[in-house]
């Protein structure tokens, strides 16, 4: 008789942790998301271009001037998942992301010894992410939803380039431009907590685009 007690508690607890996709098929995300790329941009932000240290194939930069300023938006989402079984869904996503410097009062001495004043330019990248994702749902309940997956998709790169120094401007071979890359993300570990039947709340880890750390808001039904 206790055999089958428990016999039948095991079977009701592994059909409770795969219940979420079955229950809640559709499930709707907005959040924000932390990149390595600004976060590196953040971190740099007033920081003396003098103390820097450059090493470029390109050229040599020596005895570099000016100040640096940097202003990353953190990356905002939106997902839509759809739960096919008790244990896998598939969804889509996109992200975008604006990523700003600005570089004053930049000088350098090139490789040739040559004095090279840049002046005042700014840089504005503006990144729009395309993905679709696979997800892979585990140990869950009512109120837990842990998943690993992946993504795959493409990246839309739009980037602008201003400056007050027209022989500078002459030599750029564009002042701006455009271009889309095939992108890829790793979604090691994911965990969606909900507090009533529907609304939740999200925490997501990944590795590439579109983004490291991501956090937000979760609507299933």
Known sequence: MKKCFSLSLSICFALGLF???????????????????????????????????????????????????????P???????YGLVKWFSLG?????QRLG?????????DGSGQFVD?????????RLNLTLRTLFHYGNSDKIDM??????GVT?????????????EEDLETSS???IAPTGQLIPFALRAYFNENLGISFELGIGAPHAIALGVNYRM
């Open 19 to 73: 219940a979420q996709n079955d229950t809640y098929k559709h499930t709707f995300h907005f959040g924000a998301g932390l990149t390595g790329v600004g976060l590196l941009i953040n971190l740099a932000d007033g920081a003396d271009l003098s103390e820097a240290s450059f090493d470029l194939e390109s050229d040599d930069i020596q005895d570099a001037s000016g100040m640096f300023m940097g202003n990353a938006n």
């Open 75 to 81: 990356a905002i989402q939106f997902a839509y998942d």
């Open 92 to 96: 889509a996503s996109v992200s975008y």
């Open 101 to 109: 410097v600005d570089f004053t009062d930049f000088s350098y001495i």
């Open 118 to 126: 840049v002046g005042d330019l700014s840089v504005a990248a503006n």
């Open 147 to 152: 998943y690993s997956g992946f993504r795959l």
């Open 156 to 168: 839309n790169w739009g980037l602008g380039i201003e400056t007050n120094n027209s022989s500078i």
């Open 177 to 179: 431009f455009a271009g």
